[in-house]
């Protein structure tokens, strides 16, 4: 139990006062002469149990009246989970500074247990009330999308707990959160104001894609906090979500394609549903979704089998002449409405033009050909060799993927093509280059540099891969790319800092890829040459590689976007137009809200991020070991429960108290039967 | 009798002259030496005709009914009541309990108030008395007499006792009763702080010597409601050990202890034929007394 005036314990000795009375009547005896000393001897002989248990429980009854009094006076609270129970009351029940941590990521707004608010309502009413029950001085919020779009202070002052119900900062949005960089953000709010008491309040609901728990802030962060001691107290409020089944849909994919003389637009993607599987032959298989293209409705069947799945290549027909388009789909309501709608864009497939720099002919070739052919016979693709001789003539706007086999653009000479290269990577292109003829080992680029070739006289095949992701990763059916099956005979070792996708059995690195803002680098340690490994023989791999390069880097050619909420710049967001998705969010929030947005000519379609479509979440033992060395209080509520975290319970003891009077007023009373003793005078005769 | 008394502090002339109008009277024929207003079991000259005898020789012939030998030719003697005067023995407990008294008079005060009314009227109507005052052992004695001038010798002895000492009442009842003539009229007046078991056989004794018994049970108010509201060391008045007590604690199992000895003691009284008073002494001595004297008056003892 806490208490709201703590300092009102410190009257707690009071409650003996009776008892100190009763000791010092004790001392004030009267001494008397008394001749009935028959009578009193005899009632010393007497059983005295009733009156002893008596006299003790008035005394114990007058005790508990004021104890009752005092506890009523400081303002018990029910609820133990504040304040760290009787120790932490008296260190200072509420704190002068609290900030408020608010995670606003989609699945925050799942539907609360037993009210028709979401958990995100739920938590900041909850948090709103209690603050405004224990007196919250200074209160400073920091939500998770503040933290995401502004390097300098994110925390937002309030002039009163009430405000957090007001503020459009406190709404739902469809970014995720970032916990490790909230708790930063606090951290730097504490030291940058020397804040002395502090409670931190965590509105969460722990999931790990939101909490990062393997993130390497985490130490830090326990290090620099743990300074603080007891100063510095953490609240995790999470409030309960309800059993309502849940489905999300996703689209992964959209293709534009003409089909004689048809124009379809082609949509995979995924429809979740986070209900077992023995719930779901409860609920009605329906995989009906209702889809807005262009502002005209209409409804399209999935082709799944069951009420969730994966589909690929739905197919809706669009008139002859669109060419862009945009649009949703979106699910009935459910548990969660957050998830229940996903954005797309479409244009027109940008053509794949690749440039292929290189002396060896061979090895031009093998790279023009994997380049040149598209799966898709609809797609447009060309690719055009060139000799490092002609690269000032490379047309780079028009450009998706650079095949580099030739000396690495080094020294000073090079400096304009390195500038050039940069722009281009920055703006969405691919780049994989290759070893040259004689690699030169000073010579670097990207921080990397080709060793010489070294022959390795047994055919070494490549052992490791990443096979989850990036060029190497598994095809959409999820089969795994025959990448074990090449042999490498000769290798251009490569060094420097990099992110090895694929190595020899001798632990070499063979394809990397070099961490850049947009992480459009690769470098491979062979050629696709005859003598050097079988990426021409065995060429499904070098067509894979080639192909997906050519399609992340013919992304950045397209004139749409698929974003994910809260990766994009927030300024830049907030000048874009937007064209479809919630009425009442901020501009200033467009960067952190689902919706299709024009940017000039480009239209991007904002989403939520993959990975708020998993649904794990943290134990209490994870959340205990992020935490460990700090205080840290659970609040687990459930929203339909009460109304505030805190409970006052003062009643209670007044009403104990009243009790307590009574009983005291009932012992005190004379015995019926003292006054029957009282003997009548007058005479008898026989 | 010219000299100048001192008035003394238990006599009120007017409570001795309101209760003049009331005589004394014992519940049982008394033997006394001289002519009174009791009865006796012998045949006497009064006024009152009691029965006729058949002449024996040797009777006073002045006594026979000449009327009644005229009618039946045979001699009769006529015998008349006799009344006498009673010897009143008056006990007077002295012990230390009875200088206990919470309010303007205690124990023994009051004692020797109703005391000295009864001895005034007994020797009034010609009837001898005596006193004895009763502590460790029987203190002071004064046997009965009818003398006038015997009533201030007692009224003297009144006047200088003071309770001091235990209670030895049941030996000296015992005593008197054995040394007391027969068919003695004995008041005992005392607190009777004693086992009412052992005051039974006294009781019985005094009974059995038909003497005629009389208790005044004289008892503090506080004694009967025992109002103390601080904590209290109580110091034996007869010397006995001390008793601390709470007596918001101890009143109860007081008053359970005091009801049991007084239905104990009326007990025995009913069944001894005590004439029993319990007297609380802030009651008026004299509405006692009146009391006392009325009922004697209505249950006048037949021969």
């Known amino acids: 139990m806490s208490f709201l005036q703590p300092w009102m314990l410190f009257a707690l000795p009071i409650a003996l006062l009776p008892i100190i009375i009763h000791l010092i009547n004790q001392r004030r005896y009267q001494t008397t002469q008394w001749a009935a000393m028959m009578f009193l001897l005899a009632a010393n002989r007497m059983n005295r149990g009733y009156a002893r248990i008596r006299q003790w429980a008035i005394l114990a009854l007058r005790t508990l009246v004021l104890l009752a009094l005092i506890i009523a006076i400081g303002r018990p609270l029910a609820s133990g989970s504040l304040g760290g129970g009787l120790v932490g009351s008296l260190s200072g029940g509420s704190s002068a500074n609290t900030i408020v941590l608010l995670d606003r990521s989609p699945s925050m707004n799942a539907n609360a247990a037993g009210d028709s608010r979401t958990k995100l309502e739920a938590g900041v009413a909850q948090i709103a009330e209690t603050l405004q029950t224990l007196g919250a001085g200074r209160v400073l919020l920091i939500d998770s999308n503040t933290v995401t779009a502004s390097d300098s202070s994110p925390a937002r002052e309030l002039a009163s707990p009430e405000e957090l119900l007001d503020l459009p900062q406190t709404g739902p949005s469809d970014a995720s959160a970032d916990i490790p960089a909230m708790m930063l953000a606090a951290l730097d709010t504490i030291q940058a104001n020397s804040m002395g008491q502090t409670d931190v309040w965590i509105c969460s609901d722990a999931r790990e894609h939101d909490w990062q728990s393997r993130d390497g802030r985490w130490p830090t962060l326990r290090e620099a906090l743990a300074q603080f001691g007891r100063r510095v107290r953490f609240r995790l409020l999470t409030v309960a979500g309800t059993d309502q089944p849940n489905r999300s849909i996703r689209i992964d994919d959209i293709a534009l394609r003409t089909e004689g003389d048809e124009r379809v637009l082609t949509l995979s993607g995924k429809l979740q549903s986070d209900s077992e599987d023995g719930d779901t032959s409860n609920t009605p298989a329906n995989t009906s979704i209702r889809m807005d293209l262009d502002g005209a409705e209409s409804i399209v069947e999935l082709p799944l089998d069951s009420g969730s799945g994966e589909f690929t290549d739905l197919r809706v027909p669009l008139d002859r002449e669109q060419e862009r388009g945009l649009g949703h789909v979106s699910l009935p309501a459910d548990g969660n409405n957050a998830d229940n709608t996903y954005y797309f864009v479409f244009d027109q497939p940008p053509p794949r033009k690749t440039v292929v720099v290189s002396s060896n002919e061979d090895v031009a070739n093998v790279l023009r050909l994997a380049a040149e052919i598209t799966p898709d016979p609809n797609i447009d693709a060309s690719a055009e060799v060139l000799l490092p001789a002609e690269v000032p003539s490379i047309a780079w706007d028009e450009t998706a993927l650079l095949l580099w086999q030739a000396p690495l653009p080094v020294g000073a000479s090079n400096a304009e093509l390195r500038k050039r290269l940069e722009s281009f990577l920055d703006r969405g292109g691919r780049v994989i280059f290759f070893p040259p003829d004689n690699p030169k080992p000073k010579a670097e680029l990207f921080g990397v540099s080709y060793s010489p070739w070294t022959d390795l006289k047994d055919d070494v095949s490549i052992a490791t891969w990443r096979g989850e992701a990036d060029l190497l990763g598994k095809t959409l059916a999820g089969a795994s790319l025959p990448v074990g099956k090449l042999k490498v005979h000769r290798l251009a070792a490569l060094s420097g800092e990099t992110t090895p996708l694929a190595k020899l059995s001798n632990d070499e690195p063979v394809l990397v890829r070099v961490p850049t803002p947009r992480g459009g680098v690769y470098f491979c340690g062979t050629t696709p040459a005859a003598k050097d490994s079988t990426l021409s023989s065995d060429g499904v791999v070098l067509y894979v590689m080639i192909q997906r390069a050519l399609v992340d880097g013919a992304a950045s050619l397209a004139n749409t976007g698929r974003l994910d909420a809260g990766t994009v710049d927030a300024e830049l967001a907030a000048n874009w137009k937007r064209l479809q998705g919630p009425d009442k969010s901020l501009s200033t929030e467009h960067a952190f809200t689902a919706g299709v947005y024009a940017d000039g000519d480009r239209y991007n379609a904002i989403n939520r991020s993959a990975g708020e479509d998993a649904t794990d979440t943290l134990k209490e033992s994870q959340i205990d070991d992020l935490f460990q060395g700090l205080v840290l209080e659970r609040v687990n509520q459930t929203a339909g429960e009460s109304n505030s975290l805190v409970d006052e319970v003062w009643r209670a003891f007044l009403i104990l108290m009243l009790i307590a009077m009574i009983g005291e007023a009932i012992l005190c009373l004379p015995r019926q039967s003292a006054q029957a003793a009282s003997p009548s005078v007058g005479g008898a005769t026989a | ?303």
Request: proline share 5%; net charge neutral.
């Open chain 2, 1 to 303: 009798m010219s000299e100048q008394h001192t008035p003394r502090e238990f006599l009120e002339p007017k409570v001795l002259a309101g209760l003049s109008g009331l005589p004394l009277f014992a519940r049982r024929p008394m033997r006394g030496n001289v002519s009174g207003r009791h009865t006796s079991p012998m045949r006497g000259a009064s006024v009152e005709f009691a029965e006729y005898r058949k002449y024996v020789p040797g009777d006073d012939l002045r006594r026979l009914d000449w009327r009644a030998h005229g009618r039946s030719d045979r001699y009769y003697v006529k015998e008349f009541e006799a009344d006498t005067n009673l010897r009143l023995q008056l006990v007077l407990d002295t012990s230390g309990s009875m200088e206990y008294g919470s309010g303007e008079l205690n124990k023994l005060q009051y004692a020797r108030r109703i005391a000295a009314a009864i001895g005034y009227l007994a020797v009034q109507q010609g009837d001898a008395v005596g006193l004895s005052c009763v502590s460790n052992g029987i203190t002071g004695h004064l046997p009965p007499r009818r003398n006038p001038a015997h009533l201030k010798t007692i009224f003297d002895a009144l006047e200088e006792t003071r309770g001091q000492g235990e209670t030895h009442l049941v030996d000296v009842l015992h005593e008197l009763a054995e040394t007391t003539r027969q068919a003695a009229m004995v008041i005992v007046i005392s607190d009777f702080f004693v086992d009412p078991n052992q005051l039974r056989s006294c009781f019985e004794h005094l009974r059995f010597r038909k003497h005629d018994l009389s208790l005044f049970h004289l008892l503090d108010p506080m004694e009967l409601n025992f109002e103390f509201s601080r904590p209290t060391r109580f110091l034996d008045m007869e010397g006995g050990t001390a008793i601390f007590a709470e007596p918001s604690e101890i009143a109860d199992r007081y008053h359970d202890a005091l009801k049991d000895y007084l239905d104990q003691l009326q007990r025995i009284v009913v069944s001894s034929g005590v004439d029993y008073h319990r007297v609380s002494i802030d009651q008026p001595y004299p509405e006692v007394l009146t009391n006392f004297l009325t009922r004697r008056a209505m249950a006048k003892g037949g021969r």
